[in-house]
């Protein structure tokens, strides 16, 4: 008759191993112990395996090939997860929202966006953040560390998938595909944001006036239009903004540089955004269309505009003399002619 195995207990928590071995290792999470040591950069690990899988960061040695794509990976636990790439298999569901994920520890961290928990408090900011990973970036904000730099154009990055992603800059890669409308993205995490174009879904919500927004991003720059804050402020003249792109935009003011150029005419412009309305003038598109009485329009501000006229709406008033127009532009025209009197 075969002998039974003997089950071998944590005296900590009760958890059974069959193996001694494993449960000396268990033990450590207890302990809290690391004694193994890198000796390049100093960290410490529970367990041996782990160091010498550690140590691959430093020699850069990835032994594990893909066999689909031939992609090299220093750990073979990280080729079984990069596997699952390929084969689209996802066993792990959200009992909350039924999403489903690859790794489990994926899984994990999407919970955190149900429970709203952040275990993760910066030590020099106090800022609490929901992920490990995300707590690490976030410290290089402080550090003002960027170990990433980019081969052809020299621009530094404080991370590896920032740098990756400004790499497309150069290539034009695009492949991210709108199933929708076919529009192709650099990133998914853009091709994401124009699908709420489609789906018009606007999740985020000002708690102040109800406004809704299908970026958080959006949202967090309209709170700073109830807070009045302007925290970017330029060198040159000290005029402030809310946002740091309407400072890097404002900028091109002082120094005069226009780097978007038209293929076509070879005019040159401060914005891009700049740009692509000069196209229009070229191609004679009037993408933008009125609903009641059928007007197009090139830019998509004309016809907030002439939306004015069917609406009567003067929203721009005159502080001298009281007088409304529907214009901003017809206000500033107006004023003129007071400071034209007071000149007389």
Known sequence: MKKRDTLHSCEVCGSSFAQKSTLLRHRLTHTGEKPHSCEVCGSSFALKSTLLSHMKTHTGDKPHSCEVCGHSIAQKSDLLRHMKTHTGDKPHSCEVCGSSFAQKSTLLRHM???TGDKPHSCEVCGHSIAQKSDLLRHMKTHTGDKPHSCKVCGSS????????HHMLTHTGEKPHSCEVCGTSFALKSTLLRHMLTHTGDKPHSCEVCGSSFAQKSTLSHHMLTHTGDKPHSCE??????ARKSTLLRHRLTHTGEKPHSCEVCGSSFALKASLSCHMLTHTGDKPHYCEVCGSSFALKANLSCHMLTHT?????????CG????RKS????HMKTHTD???N
């Open 112 to 114: 955190l966006t149900h």
């Open 157 to 164: 990055f404080a991370q590896k998938s920032t740098l990756s």
């Open 236 to 241: 040159v003249c000290g005029s402030s903004f």
């Open 312 to 320: 009567a709406d003067k929203p721009h008033s005159c502080e001298v």
């Open 323 to 326: 007088s409304s127009f529907a």
């Open 330 to 333: 017809n206000l500033l025209r």
């Open 341 to 343: 009197e007071i000149g």
